[in-house]
Structures are given as structure tokens and as C-alpha cells.
T-cell receptor
Framework: NAGVMQNPRHLVRRRGQEARLRCSPM?????VYWYRQLPEEGLKFMVY????????ESGMPKERFSAEFPKEGPSILRIQQVVRGDSAAYFC??????????????FGEGSRLTVL | SQQGEEDPQALSIQEGENATMNCSYK?????LQWYRQNSGRGLVHLIL?????REKHSGRLRVTLDTSKKSSSLLITASRAADTASYFC???????????FGTGTRLQVTL
């Protein structure tokens, strides 16, 4: 049973380009969470999705950032017109139905975005 | 603002010693979880303690929760070099659909 799969693991973009990060949850998990981590800091919540629905996007910047979790395929975190401040590690986590109040989150290894 | 704040920010001990990390939070919680992160890797769940529990054990880990003080502690007994990592507490609150993570404690265990 594969864990949470994120790709790419490392991504380099120039300012103004688009970054697209993908996350495949664990098999049987229908809840996906995206977090951002700056160097030497904790994780900051961005967005929580279930299949085809955004449940909570309170941590997502209003501009340039979007997320989706389609019926088929991985969840995508999209950052348009990247700036240097977007450089960070982006982690995806998944949980089965019931979510975090019933148990743990399972994390992927992260996608490390560097904006030049 | 951070819901959880870990203390200390960094801890260096020798193999075989015990390591204690503390976490304070601000609002009432449903549960509190501890995660471990090795450098450059994702987070791994260690243990979950619910708001109506006071203590929990898992192997060499012992977690306590004091809801009156809004604090939790993680004790790692007989530490090993492989325990070197950052440790984060995370809280689930009310009907919130997310975990809120603290700032982490960086633990270094030397031989």
C-alpha cells in the first residue's frame, strides 16, 4: 500500500512562471490537505479538499494560488506567477473519511519549490 | 498566529538520556498529536491524545496532556541517535477541519 505520493520532489522556477505540484493520497483516503513549510519553521495550513470539493481554503493566499482534487487523478496545487517568497516546501497529507478528529494525517515527502 | 508553541526550540542530549519536549496551545482542543520530521523528509505521526485523556504511552514515547494548563509534553526515554529529528505538536480544535502545527523542537542525540 503506497503512501502519499508527491511530485515533483524538487522544482525550480523563475519569477513569473507557474508551479504545479501534484499529490496522490493513500489508497482509500478521500481527504487531502496541503501545508507549506518555510525553512526552520512549522507547517502552515493552506487548504483542505475532498473529491471535487474545496472544504476549507482559509490558509490559501487569495491571489495566484489554487487547488483542486478532481474525481479522477491527483490533487493539484497551482501557483501562478511565482515570486521568491513562494520558495518553500509544500507538503500534502491525506486521511480517510472522518478526517483529523478520528486519527492522524499521513504525509508525503514534500515538494521543494525554489524560485530564482 | 500559532496555536502550538514548543519548548525548547532546540535540545541536545546524549544517547541513553531522556528527552522532554513541551507544547502549549491557546484554545480548547479535540485532540493533540505529535509528529516527527527527519531533515528533508515528510512528517510521521507518533501519537494522538484526546482531550479527555491525560496520559498515553507508545513504546519509548510518553505523552501527557493538561487541558487546564493548555499544555502537553512528549517524553522520549532512552534516546538513540536515530531519534535526532524535529518534533511538532499539532492540535485539532472545534469543528475546524485542519491540524494547526507548532513551531517544533529540534532534537539532537549524540553518541
Amino acid at each position: 500500500n503506497a503512501g502519499v505520493m508527491q511530485n515533483p520532489r524538487h522544482l525550480v522556477r523563475r519569477r513569473g512562471q507557474e508551479a504545479r505540484l501534484r499529490c496522490s493520497p493513500m489508497k482509500g483516503h478521500s481527504h487531502v490537505y496541503w501545508y507549506r513549510q518555510l525553512p526552520e519553521e512549522g507547517l502552515k495550513f493552506m487548504v483542505y479538499l475532498q473529491k471535487e470539493n474545496i472544504i476549507d481554503e482559509s490558509g490559501m493566499p487569495k491571489e495566484r494560488f489554487s487547488a483542486e482534487f478532481p474525481k479522477e487523478g491527483p490533487s493539484i496545487l497551482r501557483i501562478q506567477q511565482v515570486v521568491r517568497g513562494d520558495s518553500a516546501a509544500y507538503f500534502c497529507a491525506s486521511s480517510p473519511a472522518g478526517g483529523i478528529n478520528t486519527g492522524e494525517l499521513f504525509f508525503g515527502e514534500g515538494s521543494r519549490l525554489t524560485v530564482l | 498566529s500559532q496555536q502550538g508553541e514548543e519548548d525548547p526550540q532546540a535540545l541536545s542530549i546524549q544517547e541513553g538520556e531522556n528527552a522532554t519536549m513541551n507544547c502549549s496551545y491557546k484554545t480548547s482542543i479535540n485532540n493533540l498529536q505529535w509528529y516527527r520530521q527527519n531533515s528533508g523528509r515528510g512528517l510521521v505521526h507518533l501519537i494522538l491524545i484526546r482531550s479527555n485523556e491525560r496520559e498515553k504511552h507508545s513504546g519509548r514515547l510518553r505523552v501527557t496532556l493538561d487541558t487546564s494548563k493548555k499544555s502537553s509534553s512528549l517524553l522520549i526515554t532512552a534516546s538513540r541517535a536515530a531519534d535526532t529529528a524535529s518534533y511538532f505538536c499539532a492540535t485539532s480544535t472545534g469543528t475546524a477541519s485542519k491540524l494547526t502545527f507548532g513551531t517544533g523542537t529540534r532534537l539532537q542525540v549524540t553518541l
